[in-house]
């Protein structure tokens, strides 16, 4: 399953959605805003102006929820 989060630097809940990756062992992609200008562009034309947004599969979540986050991915 392909998981993808959009992060920025300084986003508490950015660092949340990571430790809730490393702690079941799920491998991720990650853009960040701060080191990749374009995915700031694939954020805005997917229609979020905030981070973290979460994409696992064809399924995307604004913000961490660990509930929600386990239910998308099946944990």
Do not use: Q, W
């Amino acid at each position: 399953m392909d998981v993808l989060i959009y992060t920025n630097t300084g986003c508490s809940a950015c660092h949340a959605a990571k430790k809730f990756f490393a702690e079941h062992n799920i491998s991720f992609v990650e853009k960040s805003l701060a080191d990749d200008p374009s995915a700031r562009d694939e954020l805005i034309a997917m229609g979020f102006r905030a981070v973290p947004v979460i994409r696992v599969g064809n399924e995307t979540m604004l913000g961490f929820s660990a509930p929600r986050l386990r239910k998308m991915l099946g944990v």
